[in-house]
Structure formats: structure tokens, C-alpha cells
């Protein structure tokens, strides 16, 4: 079974904070996506990566940076936080031959 | 613009009943359907898939009925159970495996009432 694990599971920030959210694949999957998930809206892609060191445009990238440190870890970086950007955000991870996503528990962000 | 959309946004059905949702896409390059389960408090997981060479693929009680034509599908559950209540994603994507990006649609939230 794939296994994605996502930190914090919850936080709570400040308009103007900094913020960073962790992801860890620990199943060798080459692609890493970052999701976020409203109401009405459904997920959304931010970012994804092919790669350590690989950095791709999402849908919604505006107000995000990524980064993919090795092939198990993919950050996501608000670094000027604002209430629009409060959300559940997911990551998912997959092998490059297969389309199956496999899904984290998800990070819900609070931007004050 | 939400290229998958979704419908109805929510449903509710009798335990025993069947469940249909509904799902319609923009863009007739997408060839790949997967429908997505998510629980409360838990990551959305992969549930049924199809393609679109196949108008009808079937796994128990879930099957995806698939019309190219109208650029339309749906997820039928039947003999529905108050263990499937659960928000449904509908997604596509363009092509198998590379870079390929899926595209959610805004999800069904589905209750079964027993």
C-alpha cells in the first residue's frame, strides 16, 4: 500500500506568515503533486514535480512555491500568507507508467 | 473554467437504492476517467477508472457509464450502503502515465440514509 505522509496535519497562521507544508513519499514514485480542495471547487493542482530538483506549474499557482528536495520529500511555501489561501491541501504521489494517485491525509491551513 | 463538472453537488438515497452521478468534460483529447472515494478526514483514493476505447467498465458494485459522443459519464452504485456515503470525484486527464495531470470536478457528496 502506498503511503503518503503529510505535516502538519493542521495549522493556523497569521495574514503576512510564513508558511511551509511537508509531504513524504516513502514508495519511490517518480511524479508529487500538491492539491488544494474547496468547496465548490474541487482540487486543484498548485504544483507538481517529476523529480528531486524538478519544479512544474500547476493550475493555481499564484501565492506558492514548491520544492522537491529528494525523490521522498515535496514542500510546499506560502511565504506572505493570505485568507484566500486558507484551504485542505493534499499531496499525492505516483509512479510515471501508472495514473493512480495516492493520496495524503491532508493538511488543513487556516490564514487569519 | 472547470473543464470537469460534476452534478448533482450533493445526494442523498435510501439504503438499497442505486446512486447515479454525473459527470461531463470540455475537452475531447481527455481519454482517461478515473473516479476518486474520499471519507471524511482522509485523502481521496482511487476507486473505478475507464478509458475512453470503453463505454462501460464495471467493479462490483460500481460501474462508470461512458458516452463520447456527449462527452458524458456517470458512477452507478448500486444496492448503495451507509459505508459508501462519501464525497465522489470525477477526474480525466489527456493521456496514460508521463506528465499526464488529472482534472477534478467539484465532487458529489453522497448520503445513504438506512
Known amino acids: 500500500e502506498a503511503a503518503v505522509t503529510q505535516s502538519p496535519r493542521n495549522k493556523v497562521t497569521v495574514t503576512g506568515g510564513n508558511v511551509t507544508l511537508s509531504c513524504r513519499q516513502t514508495?519511490?514514485?517518480?511524479?508529487m503533486y500538491w492539491y488544494r480542495q474547496d468547496t465548490g471547487h474541487g482540487l486543484r493542482l498548485i504544483h507538481y514535480s517529476y523529480g528531486a530538483g524538478n519544479l512544474q506549474i500547476g493550475d493555481v499557482p499564484d501565492g506558492y512555491k514548491a520544492t522537491r528536495t529528494t525523490q521522498e520529500d515535496f514542500f510546499l511555501l506560502l511565504e506572505l500568507a493570505s485568507p484566500s489561501q486558507t484551504s485542505l491541501y493534499f499531496c499525492?504521489?505516483?509512479?510515471?507508467?501508472?495514473?493512480?494517485?495516492?493520496f495524503g491525509a491532508g493538511t488543513r491551513l487556516s490564514v487569519l | 473554467q472547470q473543464q470537469v463538472r460534476q452534478s448533482p453537488q450533493s445526494l442523498t438515497v435510501w439504503e438499497g437504492e442505486t446512486a447515479i452521478l454525473n459527470c461531463s468534460y470540455e475537452n475531447s483529447a481527455f481519454d482517461y476517467f478515473p473516479w476518486y472515494q474520499q471519507f471524511p478526514g482522509e485523502g481521496p483514493a482511487l476507486l473505478i477508472a475507464?478509458?475512453?476505447?470503453?463505454d462501460k467498465k464495471e467493479d462490483g458494485r460500481f460501474t462508470i457509464f461512458f458516452n463520447k459522443r456527449e462527452k458524458k459519464l456517470s458512477l452507478h452504485i448500486t444496492d448503495s450502503q451507509p459505508g459508501d456515503s462519501a464525497t465522489y470525484f470525477c477526474?480525466?486527464?489527456?493521456?496514460?502515465?508521463?506528465?499526464?495531470?488529472?482534472?477534478f470536478g467539484e465532487g458529489t457528496k453522497l448520503t445513504v440514509s438506512s
Open positions: 475507464i478509458r475512453s476505447v470503453s
Open positions: 514508495n519511490s514514485h517518480n511524479y
Open positions: 499525492a504521489s505516483r509512479w510515471d507508467n501508472q495514473n493512480t494517485l495516492y
Open positions: 477526474a480525466a486527464s489527456k493521456n496514460q502515465g508521463g506528465s499526464a495531470k488529472l482534472i
